[in-house]
């Protein structure tokens, strides 16, 4: 059970969360940029496997290996993954035709992800009051709902929290999901100490 005055908590995590990542990102690639969590739920983990559905994104997951454990799963579509890193490496690198990403894009996502993961970590991590630390980003390309089932398959009767977020950047909108699956007693765990 959580005290209902400490609610207000998650909206405080996900804004400070994402506050984080804007000013990281922003600061690598020289772009102002924001990013805007425009909705939160709570969602059963079999449900989140079905919303996601079987087409191919791009993930990068982390692994909290401190309180609260569990992972955080960031997943956005192609188009935007290739966007973001033309932001970053503008016209320095060569681009892919066929749909594919070159070396250096794929190396430009990996660092955006390393921000993102990191950033977003960082931000929950003052709202708690702790620190958090994560394993190295692991980065997918597939279905999104395999990739949930990789990191918590084993965890059906547990629920998770979904981010639905905007990253402002470049003139364009980019779609990001951020899916959080922390273990949730220890993450209230943790709410509880913070005073209100």
Excluded: C
């Amino acid at each position: 059970m959580i005290d209902i005055r400490k609610l207000g908590l998650f909206n405080k995590m996900a804004k400070e969360g994402g506050n984080t990542v804007a000013n990281h990102l922003s600061q690598m690639t020289g772009m102002e940029t924001e990013m805007e969590i425009t909705k939160i739920n709570f969602i059963d983990i079999p449900d989140i496997k079905t919303h996601i559905g079987d087409e191919k994104q791009i993930g990068i997951s982390i692994e909290m290996v401190e309180k609260p454990h569990g992972y955080i799963l960031f997943l956005f579509n192609a188009r935007s993954a290739k966007d973001l890193a033309h932001g970053m490496i503008g016209d320095m690198g060569e681009t892919s035709d066929d749909g594919g990403f070159t070396d250096m894009e794929r190396s430009a996502i990996q660092e955006i992800g390393n921000i993102m993961t990191s950033g977003f970590i960082d931000g929950w991590a003052n709202v708690l009051d702790t620190t958090i630390d994560i394993s190295t980003p692991n980065f997918t390309f597939g279905p999104g709902s395999g990739m949930v089932d990789q990191l918590v398959g084993d965890r059906d009767g547990d629920m998770a929290l979904m981010f639905d977020s905007r990253v402002h950047a470049l003139d364009s909108d980019i779609n990001v999901t951020v899916y959080t699956f922390p273990e949730l007693e220890e993450l209230v765990g943790l709410m509880q100490e913070i005073e209100v």
